[in-house]
């Protein structure tokens, strides 16, 4: 039996299909993380599965029983299953304890057990309209914790946070996980939020799932140029302009590059040669835009700042490569 199995799901919103025709299954610990354009359905889906919306046609069992949609029973959702909105809201000028302790269902340890995990224990003693956004989040988190759920839906959990709240964030998500044996779902826009936490990522668009796999296979080998752009900075070069390759089939002419598969040269031993057209500063490294005939690569670089107009040698990753 799985832990979630969902099941050729439409659903249509007007006249848009928001869902059709997902299907996929999650093991109980599995984290899965779903990415996609705005307007794919990666809301829709999440609710469906929540049991906050109802599909058109298809079904969801959680622990193989069928979760009910909003037409098929009184209150909509189901009670093993959390969803985190990220359009939250708390009631103003509530003493935080008395908030939380109005859907506690779990003895006073096992109630700080989950304050503790999302660093809120600080704060029951403030009032819910003294709180900052990241502050707010975590506490709607906990309250929906302590209804005692077994998967946990993540809907843009990091979208109006600053980066001091948004790392706090991550380290609760991943606790939720080791300390408290939650299985999650998550979606974020932001690639590198779910590239370092899910087992398995889906890609959406136009409520499909155009791409799935781990988080390495779904960023090294996307299957069209879509799923590559929503998970980070990339080059196409075309092989029969730059001759790196001998024998590819006509339809296999640009090869997909990502940042660190390309690497400037310091001993002046170097394949290729290139112009620097462009150098974006991000903290710990740059990003480089270099041109060889027409010809655009991005390339990760922590060493010198080099000049725009610089002529550089580098070289191209010889590991497993991958056309588009």
Same mark, same amino acid.
């Not at 049991?51 to 949609?69: I, Y």
């Not at 224990?121 to 819910?128: A, G, N, Y």
């Given at each position: ?96 304890? =008395?908030? $939380?302790?109005? #859907?506690?269902? *779990? ?5 700080? !057990? @989950? ?77 590198? =939020?779910? $590239?370092?936490? #899910?087992?398995? *990522? ?5 409520? !499909? @799932? ?115």
């Amino acid at each position: 039996m799985a832990f979630l199995e969902v099941n050729d799901l439409y659903k249509k919103e007007g006249d848009t299909v928001a869902v059709n025709g997902i299907s996929f299954t999650q093991t109980a610990f599995q984290k899965i993380g779903i990415a996609g354009e705005t307007g794919s359905g990666k809301t829709t889906l999440l609710k469906i599965i929540a049991g906050l919306a109802q599909p058109d046609a298809g079904e969801v069992f959680f622990l193989g029983e069928k979760v009910l949609g909003p037409w098929d029973q009184l209150i909509p959702g189901h009670k093993g299953i959390g969803y985190l909105s990220q359009h939250f809201e708390l009631r103003n000028n509530y003493w935080v304890g =008395d908030f $939380l302790e109005m #859907a506690n269902k *779990l003895t006073p340890e096992q109630a700080m !057990q @989950i304050y503790t995990v999302c660093q809120v224990e600080h704060l029951l003693r403030r009032r819910t309209h003294q709180l900052s956004g990241g502050e707010k989040q975590r506490i709607a988190l906990a309250r929906l914790l302590t209804g005692s759920p077994k998967l946990l839906i993540l809907d843009e959990p990091f979208s109006n946070l600053d980066f001091l709240h948004k790392q706090t964030m991550k380290q609760v998500i991943h606790d939720l996980g080791d300390q408290l044996g939650i299985t999650c779902i998550m979606v974020s826009h932001e690639p590198a =939020d779910l $590239l370092s936490w #899910a087992d398995t *990522l889906l890609l959406l668009k136009d409520g !499909q @799932i155009v791409q799935q796999g781990t988080a390495q296979q779904v960023y090294l080998q996307p299957v069209n140029e879509y799923a590559a752009g929503l998970l980070g900075d990339y080059s196409l070069i075309d092989t029969t302009v730059i001759h790196l390759e001998k024998n590819l089939s006509s339809g296999q002419q640009k090869l997909f590059l990502r940042p660190h598969q390309v690497q400037i040269s310091t001993n002046g031993i170097s394949s290729l040669k290139g112009i620097v057209e462009a150098v974006h500063y991000r903290g710990a490294y740059m990003l480089l835009e270099v041109v060889l005939k027409q010809q655009r690569f991005n390339v990760f670089h922590s060493g010198r700042t080099p000049q725009k107009g610089e002529v550089l040698g580098f070289n191209i990753s010889a590991g497993d490569r991958w056309y588009l």
